[in-house]
Nanobody
Framework: QVQLVESGGGLVQPGGSLRLSCVGS????????MRWYRQAPGKERELVAS???????NYADSVKGRFTISRDMSKNTVYLQMNSLKPEDTAVYYC?????????WGQGTQVTVSS
């Protein structure tokens, strides 16, 4: 089975930074696209960033220029570096992979941006 475990969330002030990590099983990051989603209460789940097996990246307009997705294949880990954080970035952040038509999700990690 595919297992994803996120970590790195926490409480930061506006303008601060956090780096989220997602560790996957079975070396799956080398063959498929990894994605970061986020969801706040009362809001739709939002695709934040993605990175393909070839290293191509995409970002939501709301985070472009502030967030960076990257990976370390040797560690089977994908990262989300979040800079210049805003209160509207507050959400639970989830790592996601779709494999053979099935979506796999981590447990989520809470990011709170507040003064």
């Amino acid at each position: 089975q595919v297992q994803l475990v996120e970590s790195g969330g926490g409480l930061v002030q506006p303008g601060g930074s956090l780096r989220l990590s997602c560790v996957g099983s079975g070396g799956i990051f080398s063959i498929t696209t990894m994605r970061w989603y986020r969801q706040a209460p009362g809001k739709e789940r939002e695709l934040v960033a993605s990175i393909t097996s070839g290293g191509s990246t995409n970002y939501a307009d709301s985070v472009k220029g502030r967030f960076t997705i990257s990976r370390d294949m040797s560690k089977n880990t994908v990262y989300l570096q979040m800079n210049s954080l805003k209160p509207e970035d507050t959400a639970v952040y989830y790592c996601n992979v779709n494999l053979l038509g099935i979506n796999y999700w981590g447990q989520g990690t809470q990011v709170t941006v507040s003064s």
